[in-house]
């Protein structure tokens, strides 16, 4: 089975290593979001292509999920003392990436060549495609006016209301060299368990995947889709999904998310715990343990995936 | 007595640091080259006042010279791994100035301004210049081709033979707000014993200083100008000075600094090795122990050179 996952920042990783330790490298690519990529002390910094390779190549934080393992804050700490912004914490290693990341774009090589030179160096087998290769930039709509989504998430720690969403410099992008043949390959897609609203619609939007209309196909046919929920009894494992999702008048829960993407899905894959509500559901659904804690937790949910999307056909 | 030293790197630096241990802050003012500054990384990276900064802070590696205490070297490491150039040495804690500097520097503040404020935060009390808040760059023209200082002096080794010097931007440049304030009321000035090709000379041609006909003062009067030889027994105590002087058919000795500067010394300081030599200049000359491998050496050295500038009036 050749598997493409659409993946934000950790729990996208955390997914994206479960099918990595299942699948033979050349039968996986993770396309991963850029519309929270930005641009801070002069470097380029991409967080979600960054948790995914960290967290592929075994080099991620285990307790925060995102940034290095065994990081050290020696450069963090001087912009401190010389009263820079501390806001966004880049650890020393994880300054190296952004270096080296920066320093090629300037000579003119293209984030996704660069990245598959990072995921060679770290020993990464799949394919990890950033969703383009020109800028997209989330900009969060709210009560507080319009912000860039770091500002939002790190700086503001998501305390604005959320009103809507744009994406800007969309209109100029194009998917990444290699996202359409994978697409075009691809056996099955699975939406990672990532934020919809500012994760995953970056990359739909980006392939014109916005209604059932206008949704577009790369290739003669279509593979089956299915989506992992990121919440979990009306929580999300991590980040403002749910908050989002209240915000906008949207009952945050596992019918929300299937909604959500209601033109693209085959299947959905929902938490046990949520086995009540999952009975309203419409489509075919997997209910088993989604809680990644452990590396095993996210071969498990892999395997159960592979055999749910085999299922489906 | 209010002096102003003009610095290079590491034998400027610690010329500064002693007379900052003899002069109360606001009698030194230390103008610093910019002609080794450079952009790597993207970023904005500015060798000399670095290592002048470092060292009044007490920040400075002690063995090297350059660069920070207790320094750490994970995103050079990273760097490394990654693929990147590795021949210019970013350690951690380094970074961050880097890091700062070039945030402050693309939201507009000047050089100048952002150099008062990391002294300030660094607890360093005399004035740190830059020589301009303009670029100026330091070209070594060799047997090689053109070579960007850094280029040159990092990445080559200082290898290729030396033919010339040029100083690209100098005339698009201005010397950086205070220091014509502060050569003005200066009671002496001092030429470090700093490289005279490529520390000194950017510093003299931005004043406009390059001949005894072409030298413009800043002021009504012309304090005196004493120089400490960057040459111990014709050799440099750090760097290529000795080199550069041959490579350009010149022997090297204090005799050829001497004669480099000859339209602007009013005195010179000479290593007490050099007492034969010595006796064919023909200006107020200073003999004494010129090596400072201690923080005494510096503090003693300083003190000895103004009152040599006292004997001179």
Redesign the interface.
Known sequence: MKLVALAGGVGGAKMAYGFAQTLPPHQLTIIVNTGDDFE?????ICPDLDTVCYTLAGLANPITGWGRAN??W??????K?????DWFK????????H??R???L?QGDRLSEITR??CR??GIGPTVLPMSDQPVRTIVETDQGDLPFQEYFVQRRCEPRVRGFRFEGLDQASPAPGTQEALEAADAIVICPSNPWVSIDPILHLFGWRSREETPWFGPRRPPIVAVSPLIAGQAVKGPAAKMFAELGIEPSVLAIVDHYRWLLNGIVVDSSDSEIAKQIKIPTLLTDILMQSAADRIRLAREIMEFIESLS
Chains 1, 2 share one sequence.
Not at 74 to 79: E, G
């Open positions: 801070h002390f002069g470097l380029y990081e050290t020696q450069a963090m700490q001087n912009i003392r010389l009263g820079g912004p880049l650890g020393d290693q994880d300054l190296g990436t270096l080296e920066t320093r090629r300037k030179d990072f160096a770290w």
